[in-house]
């Protein structure tokens, strides 16, 4: 399998369109109208990016954790 990439627009191709295809197939496409491109750069065209899950950092209050604490030492 072969990542191409469409270099010239036809009335069925626009340009970048990008397509994955046989080794034969790549190789008639790519003496007209079309290039070979990187499989990462195909991957990243035709999937959707993950969106980054954002960590919130909160600051506690120390009182809060000693009085935890504390209640924990009662309690025993």
């Known amino acids: 399998m072969k990542c ?3 270099i010239r627009a036809t009335k069925d ?3 970048g369109q990008i397509k994955r295809v ?3 197939t790549a190789e008639n496409m790519v003496g007209s109208h079309w ?5 990462s750069e195909w991957k990243l ?3 959707k990016p993950k969106q980054l ?3 919130n950092d909160q600051i506690t209050d120390s009182v809060t954790i000693s009085q935890k ?4 030492k009662k309690s025993k």
């Open 4 to 6: 191409i990439k469409a």
């Open 13 to 15: 191709v626009e340009v």
């Open 22 to 24: 046989d080794d034969k």
């Open 35 to 39: 290039q070979y491109i990187s499989k």
């Open 45 to 47: 065209a035709t999937r």
């Open 53 to 55: 899950q954002v960590v």
């Open 69 to 72: 604490q504390l209640r924990r």
